[in-house]
């Protein structure tokens, strides 16, 4: 009886011609595994497809819910955008696809696994380190990386040995609920705009009447939009919305963990959203130096997310202290959605530590100005020593 292997299937070019090369060359029973995580496919068709090309067993596994509460949340407290620009919808992805894959071996009584990442990209890193941190002497094959494959070598060895590829698309999309990523193809010239046609949940060409939304967060994370209750509702809904609004769109060049730069587009409305409304309302509750060194923690947390690295300890450590903070991340936040803009235009909280009284101008306050006369004599003082410079 020949060894099994877990293989990470999600039906398209890298993965399907894995299956192949895992029973060819590795001699290997294959068990694909999809993990549901709101990428909008037929899972029946890709079932069917993965025994049609060899797979000896098939699992699909929902685990939406899942990714909400353990990954998309920690991200909206975190407003976790990886330079400053991407949501991370694929990187927060993959950890969970990991673990799923591990229960799926520890099911069939395996260690070995694998995935279609390329030598080139993040999710490589994503996957392996994942699954070594629970398996430490998982055997990982990686048959694109391994044998250094070109994307038309995959297509010829797919021709050769009659695995069939009927998405021909141009572009590598990973979609799931926090985002699409498309890259590839006619995206990979910097100075090309992209085309319409990538787009799935973004009208760029959106010209709606204005409309606003509310929404509520607890303890950082949001507990209803526009009457909604329900996370997955919320997410889906937002994307919907904030999407028909042309909202979302990102258009990053990237540094990958590799150091390779790349050009990628993002579609992400609620996700865009959401950390609009969220960092507006963090600014409501939070102290100064709170926000100082949440943001630099930010940073941290995201680089780490996108870089493979959600299973080490400084993640854990950021979270609790990102936690402490949302204890007070209550409130209301309004925003505008205009055709192609997103503006908060209110925000409120129990928990606000902005005082009209004090920053108002017209009323007089429990402020004492003459005090402030005093405050800055001091708060200046080192800087008279650069007196006589003229700028
Ligand atoms: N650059 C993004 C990341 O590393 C997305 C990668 C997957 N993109 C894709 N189009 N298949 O997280």
């Excluded at 990714?67 to 407290?77: E, G, L, V």
């Excluded at 279609?116 to 694109?144: E, H, W, Y």
């Excluded at 926000?291 to 854990?316: N, T």
Aim: hydrophobic residues 35%.
């Amino acid at each position: 009886m020949s060894k099994k292997v877990v293989l990470a299937f999600s039906g398209g070019l890298d993965t399907s011609i894995s299956v192949s090369w895992l029973k060819k060359k590795h001699n290997l029973d294959v068990i694909t595994t999809i993990v549901d995580i709101g990428q909008d496919e037929n899972f029946d068709e890709i079932e069917k497809k993965a025994y049609s090309i060899g797979a000896s067993k098939h699992y699909t596994i929902d685990a939406k819910q899942e990714f909400i509460n353990n990954y998309i949340f920690s991200a909206i407290k975190s407003n976790a955008l990886y330079q400053n620009k991407y949501p991370l919808a694929t990187a927060l992805g993959r950890p969970l696809i990991a673990y799923k894959l591990i229960e799926i071996a520890n099911q069939e009584n395996t260690k070995i696994f694998s995935h279609g990442c390329t030598g080139k990209g993040n999710d490589q890193a994503r996957f392996d380190i994942t699954l070594r941190s629970v398996m430490p002497d998982a055997k990982i094959i990686a048959p694109v990386r391994d044998e250094n494959m070109s994307r038309d070598e995959e297509i010829q060895y797919a021709k050769d040995f009659n695995v069939s590829i009927e998405k021909k698309s141009q572009y590598s999309i990973d979609e799931n609920l926090w985002g699409r990523s498309i890259e590839g193809g006619i995206l990979e010239d910097s100075f090309e705009e992209p085309p319409k046609d990538i787009y799935k949940w973004v009208d760029v060409d959106s010209s709606l009447a204005d409309k606003y939304i509310e929404i509520d967060f607890n303890n950082g994370i949001p507990v209803s939009i526009d009457g909604i209750a329900d996370s997955l509702e919320m997410i889906t809904h937002l994307n919907d919305v904030a999407g028909k609004y042309g909202i979302g769109v990102v258009d990053h060049i990237e540094d990958r963990l590799m150091g390779i730069k790349s050009r990628e587009i993002y579609e992400a409305p609620a996700a865009t959203v959401l950390i609009e409304a969220h960092k507006d309302l963090e600014k409501l509750v939070l102290t100064r130096n709170e926000l100082e060194i949440k943001s630099l923690l930010e940073q941290k947390w995201s680089w780490m997310i996108y870089s493979g690295l959600f299973v080490d300890p400084l993640v854990k450590a950021i979270d609790s202290f990102i936690n402490k903070t949302q204890e007070r991340v209550n409130g209301t936040v309004r925003l505008k959605l205009k055709s192609n803009s997103l503006t908060v235009v209110g925000r409120k909280s129990e928990n606000s530590i902005y005082d009209q009284n004090l920053s108002s101008y017209s009323s007089s306050s429990d402020f004492n100005q003459t005090y402030s006369k005093g405050f800055i004599e001091i708060w200046g003082l080192q800087s008279k020593f650069n007196e006589g410079e003229t700028k």
